[in-house]
């Protein structure tokens, strides 16, 4: 009987890291993740994979705030199959003031590194959790819709 095609060991991002600096936008538009409580998560996919790693696609997480009062504490995790691996590096902040239409909008941005050498089909959940008004709210949900990279 035929063999199937051996899956590419997925190997570690402990090591890839990239500065947002560095990051050059790329042809696939940006993806909105989440539009929830005055909160807007946003998927920017760079031009270029991680220098040395063909597999590992980045992309830019951009969270920005239409509340009216200070959101603190902001953390966004993400989460993938087994067959592939996300790291998140730090975020540029962990609070975003309260908006303000007069003045540009603030953003939180952190580089997200996603390594898919089989390029299955990539499936992403997320959670955002945040203090508003001295509650601590959470928002999870999957991308169904991520572009073929």
Do not use: W
Not at 63 to 75: G, K, N
Not at 105 to 116: D, E, G, H, S
């Amino acid at each position: 009987q035929p063999s199937s095609p051996a899956a590419q060991e997925v190997l570690s991002l402990q090591d890839v890291f990239v500065p947002i600096e560095t990051v050059q936008p790329g042809s696939v538009g940006p993806l909105t993740v989440s539009q929830k409580d005055n909160m807007q998560i946003v998927l920017h996919f760079a031009r270029d994979h991680a220098p040395g790693r063909p597999d590992v696609h980045v992309m830019v997480v951009s969270i920005t705030s239409s509340a009216t009062e200070p959101i603190q504490s902001i953390v966004f995790q993400a989460a993938v199959p087994k067959v592939m691996r996300v790291k998140l590096q730090p975020p540029s902040a962990t609070d975003l003031p309260a908006y303000n239409p007069i003045l540009p909008q603030a953003a939180i941005t952190q580089v997200m590194l996603l390594a898919n050498p089989n390029k299955v089909p990539v499936r992403l959940k997320y959670k955002l959790s945040y203090m508003c008004n001295d509650q601590q709210r959470t928002a999870v949900g999957e991308v169904s819709n991520f572009p073929n990279l």
